[in-house]
């Protein structure tokens, strides 16, 4: 794989290590951790702090402010982040996502929702959702702002948008001040990981139309 460029915030990642997420953002989470030896890193050292912080907690006054808001976040002290350090396999999907997709890209069952975009929902609890996405070399999906987060990880291909280029291995994290349209690059189709928490907000009326179609 070429160089990761783009990847998880702090944010993301203690929320991760801590257990805080909802099931969709986790599997993106988890799956650009598989490819990204630097997040790792990054994620076990949060790791590290979090079950300090429970064992000091235990024997000592916390501090209001920095620490409390920390301690808020470790709220659920059974949860272990799974370590993610899986031997490269063939095929498109790493570990954490085959076993979502029911196996690798030739797995998955695809459905059309309008302008060559295909996708496929992944069953996941809660309020997020997290769909695989396949975007066709030259196309763009609908330009849309976003109410929530909006989680994408490359996993195939690459898209351009009005921020910069995003190949495989590459996570954007857009909210809710970004309005922006992924194209695809011409060549391969672009195969993606979406999480959102929150329905997309799109700006013409027949995206609108489709955004019923797609459940996004
Ligand atoms: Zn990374
Ligand atoms: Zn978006």
């Known amino acids: 794989m070429k160089p990761i460029n783009h990847h998880l915030n702090d944010t993301l990642l ?3 290590a801590t257990g805080n997420l909802p099931e969709a953002f986790n599997l993106v989470v988890a799956t650009h951790i598989s490819l990204c030896d630097e997040c790792r890193a990054r994620m076990h050292s ?3 702090i979090g079950g300090a912080l429970v064992d000091r907690a235990e024997s000592a006054v916390l501090d209001k402010g920095s620490l409390a808001a920390t301690m808020a976040l470790i709220a659920d002290d059974t949860w272990q982040a799974p370590v993610m350090e899986h031997p490269a396999q063939p095929g498109v999907f ?3 996502l085959r076993d979502y997709a029911g196996g690798d890209l030739d797995n998955v069952k695809w459905r059309r929702v309008g302008g060559g975009v295909s996708q496929a929902i992944l069953k996941t ?3 997020a959702t997290v769909r ?3 975007i066709p070399g030259g196309v763009a999906v609908p330009d849309h702002g976003h109410s929530g987060m909006e989680l994408t990880l490359v996993l195939q291909g690459a898209f351009r948008d009005e921020t910069d280029r995003f190949g495989a291995g590459d996570i954007e ?4 001040d970004m309005v922006h349209t992924p194209v695809a690059e011409p060549g391969q189709d672009c195969i993606c990981l979406a999480a959102t928490d929150a329905p997309l907000r799109f ?3 027949l995206p609108r139309m489709a955004q019923k179609v797609m459940r996004i």
Do not use: C, E, I, R
């Not at 994290?173 to 809710?176: G, I, L, R, S, T």
């Open 14 to 16: 203690m929320g991760y």
């Open 46 to 48: 949060f790791d590290a």
């Open 94 to 96: 790493p570990a954490p």
């Open 125 to 127: 609890s809660g309020k």
């Open 132 to 134: 695989l996405l396949k």
């Open 173 to 176: 994290v857009a909210d809710d």
């Open 203 to 205: 700006s013409g009326f």
